[in-house]
Nanobody, 127 residues
Framework: QVQLAESGGGLVQDGGSLRLSCAPS????????MGWFRQAPGKERNFLAG????????DYTHSVKGRFTVSRDTAKSTVYLQMNSLKPEDTAVYYC????????????????????WGQGTQVTVSS
């Protein structure tokens, strides 16, 4: 069992930047593929970015490519989401998720593939 805790959310102006962190606790000695999702009010939770457990492969949804970057610090077992050029439409609750795929190179892009979820952190972008 692993618990995930997101941090780094907040209020930022249009065009600003934030860096979210996701720190796991519990069974952190296992290898996890990690993902970031977000859910805006009244909308479904959507995939944003994912990273393989070996950290070498990433994938992004189209709307954030070139603006968001997912990375991981293996030593700290922490995953980050650097968000630049933020827009008001990026306002949402952001979640990190973890899963143990069979391969170290897999990037998981569907919410149903993830087993563990954080509680979420609010990101608000003002215009």
């Amino acid at each position: 069992q692993v618990q995930l805790a997101e941090s780094g959310g907040g209020l930022v102006q249009d065009g600003g930047s934030l860096r979210l962190s996701c720190a796991p606790s519990g069974r952190t000695n296992s290898n996890y593929a990690m993902g970031w999702f977000r859910q805006a009010p009244g909308k479904e939770r959507n995939f944003l970015a994912g990273i393989s457990w070996n950290g070498r492969n990433t994938d992004y949804t189209h709307s954030v490519k070139g603006r968001f970057t997912v990375s991981r610090d293996t030593a700290k077992s922490t995953v980050y989401l650097q968000m630049n050029s933020l827009k008001p439409e990026d306002t949402a609750v952001y979640y990190c998720a973890a899963a143990q795929p069979l391969s170290p190179i897999l990037v998981l892009t569907s919410g149903g593939q993830y087993k563990y979820w954080g509680q979420g952190t609010q990101v608000t972008v003002s215009s």
